[in-house]
């Protein structure tokens, strides 16, 4: 079973930048996604990526600020956050889908990004 460990999340000011990783072990997998939770509201997605091909979307909230990209051989995926806005404040989580059909998976524990204004 696939095991993800987030990192990199933190406090910036409006307007910052701050880059997320995801660290997969203990299988393969066809994509990675990162999602995120504000506190009261419920998860959204905010990019994905397949693993073979580097296939990307992104959710429209964050399109255009966030790129996200994986390293094969270091079984990596970042989430490279620019213009960052307080609404961005949430826990983000990375996981991934064993397959194109199936859900996503196998969540990791999550790393908080604040942005204040």
């Known amino acids: 079973q696939v095991q993800l460990t987030e990192s990199g999340g933190g406090s910036v000011q409006a307007g910052g930048s701050l880059t997320l990783s995801c660290v997969a072990s203990?299988?393969?997998?066809?994509?990675m996604g990162w999602f995120r939770q504000a506190p009261g509201k419920e998860r959204e997605f905010v990019s994905r990526?397949?693993?073979?091909?580097?296939?990307?979307i992104y959710g429209d909230l964050v399109k255009g600020r966030f790129t996200i990209s994986r390293d094969s051989v270091k079984n990596t995926a970042s989430l490279q956050m620019n213009s960052l806005k307080p609404e961005d404040t949430a826990v983000y989580f990375c996981?991934?889908?064993?397959?194109?059909?199936?859900?996503?998976?196998?969540w990791g524990q999550g790393t908080q990004v604040t942005v204040s204004s």
């Open positions: 203990g299988g393969t997998f066809y994509s």
């Open positions: 996981a991934v889908q064993v397959s194109s059909y199936s859900r996503f998976d196998n």
């Open positions: 990526i397949t693993w073979r091909g580097g296939m990307t």
